[in-house]
Nanobody, 121 residues
Framework: QVQLVESGGGLVQAGGSLRLSCAASGVTFSSEGMGWFRQIPGKEREFVAAIGEIGGKTYYADSVKGRFTISRDNAKNTVSLLMNSLKPEDTAVYLC??????????????WGQGTQVTVSS
């Protein structure tokens, strides 16, 4: 059974930083592209960042480029998202996903439950 478990969310002031982590089990992690998406109630799931199977390729949404960094540790089956210079508009539930490397949420096979990030102004 595939499980993706996110952690690291919380409340932070604008300009602050958070580091999200996603621990994977039940999947051949090194064969999976990993993505981070975010969702606000009533809005479509939004692409944030993705990383290739061995970490050589990374992709970012324009809205987070230069502020967020995605990384992975295949020995530990984890993917992380370091978020700097956070803005109130970054407030959302952040979800990690495993599947083909893509910026399209519907191409991913497995999803975590999400972790809430709230940025206060």
């Amino acid at each position: 059974q595939v499980q993706l478990v996110e952690s690291g969310g919380g409340l932070v002031q604008a300009g602050g930083s958070l580091r999200l982590s996603c621990a994977a089990s039940g999947v051949t992690f090194s064969s999976e592209g990993m993505g981070w998406f975010r969702q606000i109630p009533g809005k479509e799931r939004e692409f944030v960042a993705a990383i290739g199977e061995i970490g050589g390729k990374t992709y970012y949404a324009d809205s987070v480029k230069g502020r967020f960094t995605i990384s992975r540790d295949n020995a530990k089956n984890t993917v992380s998202l370091l978020m700097n210079s956070l803005k109130p508009e970054d407030t959302a539930v952040y979800l990690c996903a495993a599947g083909p490397l893509s910026s399209n949420w519907y191409e991913y096979d497995y999803w975590g439950q999400g972790t809430q990030v709230t940025v206060s102004s």
